[in-house]
């Protein structure tokens, strides 16, 4: 056989073994499993939007707490959050006065066990009305369940009102009805994957 011939078999033999090779894989492909379906998250940072408030701006008194001597309305702002973190399962929502006169801060609003495919509560969600299908409200600093918004006393500097946005890597926190916020923050703190937050002003 000429040098010419053996060289023109060894390039059919590799051919045709680089095709049966391709051909395995195929195969082998089309048998995997599907990928169980999930919850579609964006590449990018996660992020909280307050339209009702600006960030390190005034409070208005809309969402300002009605009692203990304040005269709001005491609706909950509109929240909208994205690009949540691969694997959330669930969101919950704070808001926190770190600036409160009692050594621990102010819980002014806990809601959880909100469904991954929610990206925003509505303004009054805090208030019985809009709130997601599931979620849980937990008590706050003024002993009832719901939002309770802003209330410093007269004339101190305006506090800081942080609201926070909880990635969570669980469907479901099982707190007991007697959780207090700082118990619920804690089960937050330990499921979160990711956070994000605005934090606004008020004083009287």
């Known amino acids: 056989m000429s040098h010419l011939a053996r060289i023109g078999y060894l390039t059919l033999g590799l051919v045709a073994l680089v095709g049966a090779t391709t051909l395995d894989a ?16 964006r590449a990018g940072k996660f992020m909280l939007r307050a339209p009702d408030l600006t960030s390190k701006g005034r409070i208005a008194i809309s969402h300002v707490y009605n009692g203990m001597g304040c005269t709001g ?7 909208e959050w ?4 691969a694997g959330t399962k669930s969101f919950a929502v704070t808001a926190y006065d770190p600036d409160a006169p009692t050594g621990s801060g ?10 991954a495919t929610v990206t925003t509560l509505p303004a009054g969600a805090g208030n019985g009305r809009n709130a997601p299908r599931g979620s849980v409200e937990g008590p706050t600093d003024f002993g009832t369940r719901g939002y309770g918004g802003p209330c410093p006393p007269p ?6 009102y942080k609201f926070t946005v909880f990635a969570l890597k669980v469907d479901k926190l ?10 619920i923050g804690f089960n937050l703190n330990a499921n979160k994957l990711a956070t994000a937050s605005v934090t606004a002003l008020y004083g009287r």
């Open 26 to 41: 195929s195969a082998q492909a089309s048998k995997a499993p599907p990928r169980s379906p999930s919850v579609a998250h």
């Open 82 to 85: 994205s690009n949540a973190p």
């Open 106 to 115: 102010w819980w002014h609003w806990v809601v959880y066990n909100i469904p």
């Open 155 to 160: 004339g101190d500097k305006p506090h800081h």
């Open 174 to 183: 099982s707190i007991p009805n007697n959780g207090t916020a700082a118990f």
């Open 73 to 79: 309305q005491n609706i909950s702002p509109t929240l």
